[in-house]
């Protein structure tokens, strides 16, 4: 079992849960996804560029989908959450029915359609 996966189930509720059905839907629609282990969350690479993660919050109570392309996106900015970070945005969970499957694989979508595009957009 890869270091990730080992993470993901042992999660505790309802991360667990949230963690497992985005893998699914992550995994099920993009198959050619590299799920691996970097700074201690799964991390998803596509043609060993990083693609997107899963960032599960504790102490705050939710899963983040954290989009490695997000300067870059257009498709349900309302949705998309920056947290005080700088680049990075993300679609936040706090429980499983809060996972809005359209949503998400639309920006999804459009992620993996931008993966050759820089982490940062120039202006």
């Known amino acids: ?9 042992n999660q505790q509720e309802p991360f667990k849960s949230m963690l497992m059905h985005l893998q699914i839907l992550i995994e099920g629609s993009f198959p050619e996804v590299d799920l691996k282990f970097k700074w201690k969350i799964p991390f998803y690479y596509l043609n060993d560029r990083p693609f997107c993660y899963l960032n599960p919050s504790k102490k705050k109570g939710h899963v983040d989908v954290v989009f490695w392309v997000s300067a870059h996106l257009t498709k349900y900015n309302e949705y998309l959450i920056s947290d005080n970070r700088k680049v990075v945005k993300s679609l936040r969970y706090f429980k499983l029915d809060d996972i809005n499957e359209e949503i ?3 920006v999804l979508d459009e992620a993996h359609q931008l993966k050759e595009k820089g982490f940062y957009k120039r202006s």
Not at 2 to 8: C, D, G, L, S, T
Request: proline letters at 8%.
């Open 104 to 106: 998400l694989l639309t």
């Open 1 to 9: 079992m890869k270091p990730a996966e080992e993470y993901i189930l």
